[in-house]
């Protein structure tokens, strides 16, 4: 039913694109006998005729709209069919101040009323690259829809969740803030009409092998993931995940990975880890609620932008929620962000960005908090969603 009602509104802003939606509320039915000579053409269609409060609800071209004030006689009004929706989405109070941070709720109370559940990431597929993910819990349940895992020599890729399971919570609290139910409970995701799949990488204690990551980067592709999100990073190079990326990137898949937390302060130093140091990947540092970048927080000229990083609260196995700081929780603001653009582009009609255009459009609109201009501590700003999708859909 949702995709039904998508592709309708999709081809209404297709087919009626130069056209006007207005109501005409009349004195008497005879007033509307001026309608036959104006629409000749069939262009002027009857939406609606609510004959209790004599008024009748008419589409038709923006060049008509003169022509109808002037020939239609013995109405009250012709006014414009004005658009009202549910209270914005911000005020909801599982919206907490790191998602208004970012923005996103306004990108969903803007494109909602026109392109419905995409405008909240509905149809996009994201791959989260972590410890697994509490697919049970009341925020995330029927989100996951898919499972990958990798640790050590096993490989299980399927539906039975039940081999994605957190048992760390890392992974649990990432998937929360990109697509947590935005539904007055708890807390809301950046992107929260998103499919997960959960790909386990990371064992139980929170650490994995190189390998193990290269192989769930491989196989998310392979399952249909066009974005990836690693909260995970090593501080040393290694061929065969810098294969596996590189590769990622080759198929259009949009990376997204956790600057690191070895920080020092010092600009000189460059502490980011792999694989967000890798060029292709958007590097993603932490910022506090006062846009400040924390210390711990690693720098170097691979960062590209920030987002809320410092005590975040998001949902955490066994229906909990709990705070969490760390690049690892920035990472999943950038990876709603990148949701949304794809999912409105989609529901326009457009092809989604490649990787190369989402950078450019996450780095172009960025807010910049630190020194004028780009710096290794923060990028080229704090990721902004709703400036972020208003560029995404410029481009052809």
């Known amino acids: ?40 053409t069939g262009d ?24 109808l004030k002037e020939k239609l006689k013995g109405v009250r009004y012709i006014e414009e069919d004005k658009v009202a ?41 994201v791959a989260v690259l972590d410890t697994g993910i509490d697919y049970t819990h009341p925020e995330l349940y029927g989100k996951v829809v898919y499972c990958i895992y990798t640790v050590g020599v096993r490989l299980y890729k399927g539906t039975n969740l039940k081999n994605c399971a957190d048992r760390n919570g890392h992974g649990t609290h990432v998937a929360g803030i990109i697509a947590a139910s935005l539904d007055n409970v708890g807390v809301a995701g950046v992107a929260p009409k998103v499919r997960l799949i959960a790909v386990k990488v990371l064992n139980d204690a929170g650490s994995g092998y190189y390998s193990d990551i290269a192989e769930g980067i491989v196989e998310a592709v392979k399952a249909g993931a066009r974005i990836l999100s690693m909260s995970l990073g090593g501080p040393t190079d290694s061929s065969v995940l810098r294969d596996a990326s590189y590769w990622a990137y080759q198929q259009g898949v949009v990376q997204v990975a956790a600057a690191g937390n070895s920080g020092d302060g010092d600009s000189a130093i460059d502490n980011v880890a792999y694989p967000a140091r890798y060029s292709w990947v958007i590097a993603v540092a932490a910022v506090d609620q006062n846009y400040a970048v924390p210390t711990w927080s690693s720098d170097g000229p691979e960062v590209d932008v920030a987002a809320p990083g410092v005590d975040i609260l998001s949902t955490y196995p066994g ?48 807010k910049d908090i630190g020194p004028p201009g780009f710096d290794v501590y923060s990028g080229y700003g704090l990721v902004d969603a709703y400036a972020a999708v208003t560029a995404a859909l410029k481009i052809g």
């Open 1 to 40: 039913m949702t995709r039904r009602v998508l592709v309708i509104v999709v081809l209404a802003l297709v087919i009626f694109i130069q056209a006007a939606r207005v109501v005409v509320g009349y004195e008497d039915p005879t007033s509307l006998g001026a309608l036959g000579e104006l629409n000749k």
């Open 44 to 67: 002027i269609k009857m939406l609606k005729h609510i004959k209790e409060i004599k008024a009748v609800v008419l589409n038709l071209p923006d060049s008509k709209l003169g022509e």
């Open 85 to 125: 929706w549910a209270i914005g989405f911000a005020d909801y109070a599982d919206v907490q101040w790191n998602i208004k941070m970012v923005n996103a709720p306004l990108v969903w109370d803007t494109y909602f009323v026109t392109i419905g559940d995409a405008a909240f990431g509905y149809g996009v597929t």
């Open 319 to 366: 229906g909990r929620y709990a705070y969490m700081s760390g690049t690892s929780m920035a990472t999943p603001h950038v990876t709603g962000v990148v949701a949304l653009i794809q999912a409105v582009r989609t529901a326009y009609g457009l092809r989604p960005l490649t990787p190369d255009e989402v950078y450019q459009v996450l780095t172009s609109t960025a």
